[in-house]
């Protein structure tokens, strides 16, 4: 049992204070004072100068964290399989995490979050602070970091990278070219926490399951079938359709056997793990006044119960219902209005321009929509900070959707031509697959160089012109002025995984829905995927801040996205080879049609069988959970049930024995 | 804390061994040592003499049974959530039934099935046994019970009804007409089981719901809407599918609910709990080869857990391909051939005598068809014998499905004609619930009788025709003479509830599939159903013998047929649709074709989508499970953790710290 990895002192913290210009020590220095405080506590604080910021790195050691989950009443994996709340005492019942050290980096973060935000004053009488000359009262009961948040001192507290782990990880994942798919996910887990990991394992296997589509996507494109060729199209279409749905099937599979490995909690999505305290507040919280009355009379609490739960769905149903209706009203005929001009327009630089005119009112008009979202997605009582965030994604999912796909719908139905419906598929791939990745790559790096060049004006500025260039010596400056890895929409929900999973639903959109049209999409989609997943791993590890941990053990409603492009697929290529073999419109029933209208019945009736026949957990998980557990609880079953009979007695649970 | 009403003598299993000639108390007669050896095990048992037969009845004090659940190591859930082994110095740490038992009829079944099987010769020598002067040897650790059954001298061991609780509820459930689709389900579970209980809050939840489309349908017949007449039959199509996706996930909750209120262990399904011992080595047990071969070597047992873990669906996907295969070769053109023979014949005597032959033809042919399923089925290795009950459930469907709606397709197809097709429908609604309610409640009252008669005349023969009427006093040999409440078909696999069930679904089918054509049909389904439930009660409670208790807990299979026959009648109204507003049978895509394709994809959305907007487990029912086990495991969750370390060291488990 070593504990060496934390023993090691390695700064996981960083807060951000205004570099003043008194450098006395003064007692009564506000900045002193908290660092003084954070080791009142258990922390190891260290205070770094930087150019024009001043920086506490802040570490714990394993006893301190122990105290602070045992306060937090932290709910963590036993050996007997249930979950219990933490007690350092009996620090030897928990599972560890694979890398040996008792807390994952989600639970020391919210370890950290508790300790520091949770420094009150404790004395009788208020502390008087001081911070460049200006003074202020520390009051009794108040915290001091939300004062001093409030009072501007504290700019941010942000997670600091570990430089020995991210070196290591920059060898073995972002810069392992010659791999393919393969990614160390266990060490990405270690590092960032359940959801990154998860996305790279998607990924991984989403690229490594697209090679034979694209491979055959290729043949088709290559070789020439004489006679054939009228059959390849359908034969290709079922073979992606059922590529597809083996893939959603194969991924809940793979999903639950990486979580085998993590000893992840069962309450993981209840765990508001990655929250700041000041925030837990909300009012959003599961029902405590509902189980109280639950417990004082059960026929009324039921009733409660059934009034809340019904209550949820009718909101986020009539929320959807004005995100639906607002698509359909306004962006709708925006979108049809767009489509109708381009088309029409013979000008090439009138084009250029419409065009630059609807990407600036799009940007808009996805913000705005974003916005109204999280402000509709407040009023549903959603279970968990996880469940808000699915909700958004759905909602702005829908408006992705018709600014992806409309244009290219409008195009077929109205040139009914297979060329020029190619040529628009290769223009949007190859926009949104290199440009966009060349924009996520750049913005960031582009924002971090004008954020130090603003830092070093500002310094030259204050200095005069003096000593030339500036160098940023602290690693922990550095990592401040980098940009925090966050959503383009809805920031307090989501971080930028949204962006990533949003690209590579986009991308299945598209190849999929329009995979008759053009089977090339999918090598172009597997060629763009292999660079997206060392060009991603690169981006976490170089441009961006360590991001904020996240708890979330699936990849949530992103799956959901990916079965209904399934089955939105199996329509829309029913219908393009329904126009395919139609050359006259007139839309007849032959025995064409019907064979088509047949062939679409079976894959629905696929897509929605295969999951019954496949489960979504491997065997050997399931059998290694439940013998693990079983084997676990049998051992010390007679202590376990004197504990439970015991308990029962000394707590005196009335239980319905009549 | 009152054990009433196990400490009364409630005679719960007889045995039922030849009446003899001698009856002088003899040592070594073999019915006599029986008895003792009953006592020994802590039974009460006592003889009743018959009138050509002799009875034992068997009751056992909650001790016994207590006993013998820990001799089993019977996994009983406890108060902090999870299931243990239970042991009797321990009892108070175990969750009691609703009623205040200690153990359900289920647990209380396998515990006798325990005691009274598990009786061995446990001295040196062989004992000799007399039966009717024949003389034989009950050998060394042999057991007593399977050799007397071998040797023919115990006929049989059935469980006994408790005449007070029977006499309860036949006031209180069957006799109860007035009361329309309620029941008492917690009774009904305490006296016969989860698996009876659910289906009958199944069927009264089913005839409750149905209420609805049967008002519709009636108002349909009754009234004339005029011009809205042509929207009258869509609308009714609509209303109606909806009602169905609505029904099948809200019986979902329902289940759930009411399995909130009963304690069953989580691996009920698993529990082979009314199985008799010497069933149990059979090749289907979970491969104990595989696990220990796991715990020898993680990445060689992984591969052989996904070997086996295919092989069972692959073996399943090759079984139901045969049945299939041959449904659709042979039964198939069979069926066909006598739709079309009945549709072609004029005269009434010929067709009456060809629908003879027909009866008596699909009856073999079904019977067949159940022998070839459950022979195959062994050769599939399903986990447990509910998976097993099921996959011939599955596969004993298809046989039945193509029985009954083949002539109405056929029908439907060659006359288009919707008078002839209501007629046909009348007709086989009639024929199937009415006569089928009269012979399944008539054919045991026969063979009842039937029996009793052979005993008498058995009896008048070898006493002479002397005394006239024989009387049956003793309540056991009446129950023995019952008929036993067992499946038409796989007898080995299921009990009598496939029977009701298959009527269930058959009738769902006919009234779905076909709604369009004909929506009274809904009018006389909830009438039958309303009688369904008080005769199929009188029937359990007055007909049969007390069945052998099953643990399922869900209605298994029957859910799914259910939602199959949904998505069926989704297709096939379209399908009736599109021919009734197509009178010249051209079958081209115009306004109203399109319309109804469009509806029928929305439909199958809102069937596949709903389920995702209705959770299966009400709010009230999750928050009290997890309520309660977190309640309980937090009052002792330091004694828990100080047991799982010390468990942890005393059994020294290896963990992977580094």
Not at 78 to 99: K, N, S
Not at 232 to 251: H, K, N, R, T, Y
Request: charged content about 25%; proline content about 4%.
């Amino acid at each position: 049992m070593n504990g060496n990895e934390e023993e090691e002192t390695i700064f996981e913290i960083g807060a951000v204070v205004p570099r003043r210009n008194v450098k006395e020590e003064d007692e009564a220095d506000c900045v002193q004072v908290l660092i003084d405080e954070f080791r009142k506590v258990g922390l190891i604080a260290e205070r770094v100068v930087g150019v024009t910021d001043e920086f506490i790195k802040l570490a714990a050691p394993l006893e301190t964290l122990g105290r602070a989950a045992t306060e937090l009443q932290m709910r963590k994996r036993t050996h007997i399989g249930i979950d219990l709340p933490f007690q350092w005492e009996e620090v030897e019942a928990f599972v560890r995490q694979p890398a040996g050290s008792l807390f994952s980096w989600c639970e020391r973060f919210r370890c950290y979050c508790h300790l520091i935000y949770g420094i009150a004053n404790k004395s009788r009488s208020a502390v008087t602070l001081k911070f460049d000359g200006k003074i202020f009262h520390w009051e009794v009961e108040e915290y001091l970091l939300q004062k001093l948040e409030s009072e501007k001192i504290v700019k941010q507290v942000f997670p600091l990278h570990d430089e020995r782990k991210r070196k290591k990880l920059l060898k073995s994942w972002a810069l392992h070219w010659w791999s393919f798919t393969y990614q160390p996910i266990d060490e990405i887990y270690l590092y960032y926490g359940p959801k990154i990991a998860i996305y790279f394992a998607f990924l991984g296997k989403y690229t490594r399951w697209m090679l034979f589509p694209a491979a055959f996507g290729l043949t088709l494109q290559l070789v020439d079938f004489g006679s054939l060729q009228l059959f390849m199209l359908p034969a290709f279409f079922i073979v992606v359709i059922l590529w597809a749905v083996m893939f959603s099937q194969f991924w809940k599979r793979t999903n639950s056997a990486i979580l085998a490995r993590w000893p992840i909690s069962y309450a993981v999505a209840d765990d508001p793990g990655y929250k700041i305290p000041s925030e837990e507040g909300s009012s959003l919280q599961p029902p405590m006044e509902l189980i109280k009355e639950w417990e004082a009379d059960k026929a009324k609490g039921k009733k409660a119960f059934q009034r809340y739960e019904w209550f949820g769905p009718l909101m986020r149903f009539r929320n959807d219902a004005i995100i639906i209706l607002s698509i359909f009203c306004l962006q709708l005929p925006f979108e049809l209005a767009y489509a109708h001009l381009y088309e029409v327009i013979g000008s090439d630089v009138v084009k250029f321009a419409l065009t630059a005119v609807y990407l600036i009112t799009i940007q808009y008009f996805t913000r705005l929509g974003g916005k109204v979202s999280v402000k509709l997605i407040k009023y549903e009582n959603n279970e968990n900070t996880e469940k808000r965030a699915d909700s958004l994604v759905y909602k702005v999912f829908g408006l992705y959707f018709m600014q992806s796909y409309i244009g290219i719908f409008y195009h077929a139905l109205l040139h009914r031509n297979i060329l020029t419906l190619r040529q628009v598929l290769i223009q949007r791939l190859i926009v949104s697959e290199v440009l966009e990745n060349l924009l996520e790559n750049s913005i960031p790096y582009l924002k971090y160089s004008y954020k130090k060049y603003r830092v070093r004006n500002k310094k030259k500025s204050e200095k005069g012109a003096s000593k030339g260039k500036i160098q940023f010596t602290s690693r922990v400056e550095k990592e401040y002025l980098k940009p925090s890895y966050s959503a383009s929409i809805g920031e307090e929900l989501e971080d930028g995984l949204f962006d990533d999973f949003l690209e590579l639903a986009l991308q299945f959109g598209t190849i999929m829905m329009f995979a008759c049209a053009f089977p090339l999409a999918f090598t172009f989609a597997a060629l763009n995927n292999l660079m997206e997943i060392r060009t991603d791993a690169l981006k976490l590890l170089v441009m961006y801040r360590r991001p904020v941990p996240r708890p979330a053990a699936t990849i949530g409603a992103w799956l959901n996205i990916f079965q209904f492009l399934i089955v939105m697929s199996i329509c829309t290529n029913c219908a393009f080879l329904v126009w395919l073999y139609d050359q006259e419109g007139k839309w007849r029933i032959e025995p064409g049609l019907a064979a088509i209208l047949v062939m679409e019945h079976v894959l629905l009736l696929i897509k929605f069988g295969f999951s019954r026949f496949v489960p979504e957990e491997p065997a050997w998980v399931r059998v290694n959970r439940t013998k693990n557990t079983t084997h676990a609880q049998d051992m010390c079953s007679k202590q376990l049930l004197r504990t439970i009979s015991g308990g029962e007695k000394a707590f005196g649970v009335v239980r319905k024995l009549e």
